[in-house]
């Protein structure tokens, strides 16, 4: 403390200023535990626990040391909204150490006492979680520095308090489940649900395998929230086991419950009732078909939209058709497809359409999937589609030449087409609608182009807010003569479930509004931030990143 206060007179900074500057320090971070890579699911799970736990206890300290009284509150408020500075810096200059002392004596001495007892242990945290680094460093660390601040841990057990585990994990067939509830999920985003101003909270489902290592086969399914109009994702639940959970209803299970729980009765923030409904899952093709119980999209009656039987050509199931009957939720429900249907899913408890709300999301359907498909036909198709390599190389020049002028608001630079193999989905986005109109042209046939453009146009409108509505209908008209087209140009092998099933995005269009609304994007990044936090082995695993649970 006295360091603090020389180095404030240094720098002509007033001691309270730094104390205060010093509480906006305090976040909440992400545990990143230690395990060998070995090890079973039932470790990975309760590692999991264990960061449940680190993130309660941080939010229990933040919410005692900035929320003690009401003169605490707004300093929480302006901590939240990034404005603290800012109020500082005008005490600095309009008043002196003494009316400071006098405005926050009341209100701030309890947060002050809790800031100086525990910034420096919450500050070391958060480094060793951003930092992942390695426990033994922190153990030798932490014997170092408890000789000059006794109140510090000796280990890293007690420093990211890893001990506790407030998450209840079973035991499933397949492997560990964990439940972390839909209500913490959302009471984590508290203040975004608040300023919606709605009765009813409305939040959509994503499930996804995500391996964890090469050398292994362990792999977490996580259940993921998001509440519609906040776009941030939350972990609700996730069972960690050597593949997909082979029993759905038991992996289901917990998530139904809670989901039946909230709509049926509600539940309360700041003295507020609300309601929680399921609006859409929000999946890839074969965890669609996992938690709907149906034929994977490869088999011959694989369509989730329509009762079309697909066709056996040169290796692949296609589904050349454009006209076909249309599946319903009711007919699903009564589980009335035995060709498509191959158990009925626990999911219909839930009263949501299981045909209309399983939305066909565009990241995997059009962007590594059609646009995808598009690219190696002109790499590696047929002659008479095929490009040259001076074309190629071309169009790979022209893309890379972009990357100086590409701005900020764009994931990722343009790379060449040699690379095509390892574009992100953002990648193939950006191509579709920005960068492959202008690389592409004068560079292939004038029908390919054309084709290319048609597609292009279609998802422009299809992701507009303001037009997607409007030219709802001509769109499907355009994209029924994009299939149609796309068989003539690539033949009847190229109409695959994936190009097939744009004929049905127009009806999520109709349902849920642009194709923005009910994308896989946020929940991608949200996975590939899982998928960082594991280190030399399994993980810290999943959480905090994005503040995402409140115990």
């Given at each position: ?270 003295g507020v009732r609300f309601r929680a409904v399921v609006t859409c899952f929000i999946c890839d093709a074969p965890a669609r078909a996992l938690i709907k119980g149906t034929k994977l999209h490869c088999g011959y009656h ?60 565009y990241m995997h359907l059009v962007c590594l999937g059609v646009v995808r498909r598009m690219i190696f036909f002109w790499l590696k198709g047929p002659l008479k589609i095929r490009l040259s390599a001076r074309h190629v ?159």
């Amino acid at each position: 403390m006295e360091h603090f206060a020389d180095d404030s007179v240094k720098r002509g900074v007033s001691y309270w200023t730094l104390r205060r500057r010093a509480k906006s320090t305090i976040h909440a971070w992400e545990n990143v535990p230690e395990i060998s890579e070995d090890s079973s699911e039932s470790v990975v799970v309760e590692e999991l626990s264990s960061a449940a736990a680190v993130y309660a206890s941080v939010e229990k300290f933040d919410t005692r040391c900035l929320h003690s009284d009401s003169g605490s509150s707004q300093f929480s408020s302006e901590v939240n909204s990034g404005h603290l500075d800012e109020r500082t810096h005008d005490y600095d200059h309009d008043v002196d150490d003494g009316e400071v002392l006098h405005e926050y004596s009341d209100s701030d001495e309890e947060a002050s006492d809790c800031v100086e007892e525990h910034s420096l242990a919450s500050r070391l945290s958060h480094w060793v979680a951003s930092d992942k680094v390695p426990n033994s460093s922190v153990d030798r660390l932490l014997r170092v520095l408890h000789d000059f601040h006794p109140d510090l841990p000796l280990n890293y057990r007690t420093l990211m308090n890893t001990g506790a585990h407030p998450i209840a994990v079973s035991k499933i067939e397949g492997g560990e489940y964990a439940h972390f509830g839909i209500l913490n999920g959302i009471r984590s985003i508290e203040s975004q649900v608040l300023r919606l101003g709605v009765d009813v909270v409305q939040y959509q489902i994503n499930i996804d395998g995500l391996p964890l290592f090469r050398s292994s086969s362990l792999q977490l399914w996580p259940i993921l929230g998001m509440v519609v109009g906040t776009g941030t994702p939350f972990l609700i639940g996730a069972f960690c086991g050597s593949s997909k959970p082979p029993n759905i209803e038991q992996f289901l299970q917990p998530f139904i419950t809670e989901a039946l729980e909230l709509n049926d009765n509600g539940f309360i923030l700041q003295g507020v009732r609300f309601r929680a409904v399921v609006t859409c899952f929000i999946c890839d093709a074969p965890a669609r078909a996992l938690i709907k119980g149906t034929k994977l999209h490869c088999g011959y009656h694989g369509c989730d939209r329509c009762a079309q039987k697909g066709e056996y050509i040169e290796g692949r199931i296609t589904f050349p058709a454009v006209t076909y009957e249309r599946r319903t939720d009711e007919q699903f429900a009564r589980n009335e497809y035995p060709d498509h249907q191959k158990n009925l899913s626990p999911l219909v408890q839930l009263n949501v359409g299981l045909v209309s709300c399983c939305v066909l999301d565009y990241m995997h359907l059009v962007c590594l999937g059609v646009v995808r498909r598009m690219i190696f036909f002109w790499l590696k198709g047929p002659l008479k589609i095929r490009l040259s390599a001076r074309h190629v190389s071309l169009i790979s020049n022209s893309l890379v030449s972009f990357r100086g002028n590409v701005p900020v608001e764009f994931a990722r630079k343009p790379r060449s087409l040699s690379e095509v193999e390892s574009w992100k989905a953002t990648e193939f986005r950006q191509f579709l609608l920005y960068s492959g109109l202008v690389a592409l042209k004068s560079h292939m046939k004038s029908k390919l182009y054309e084709h290319f453009v048609c597609l292009c146009v279609a998802m422009h409108i299809l992701l507009s807010p303001t037009l997607c509505h409007h030219y709802c209908d001509y769109v499907e008209e355009l994209l029924h003569v994009w299939v149609k087209d796309s068989m003539k140009l690539y033949g009847k092998q190229f109409a695959v479930y994936n190009v097939h099933s744009v004929l049905h995005l127009p009806d999520d269009v109709r349902k849920f509004g642009n194709l923005d609304n009910v994308s896989a994007f946020p929940f991608e990044n949200f996975m590939r931030t899982l998928k960082a936090s594991v280190r030399k082995t399994l993980v810290g695993i999943i959480f905090m990143v994005f503040n995402n649970i409140v115990l």
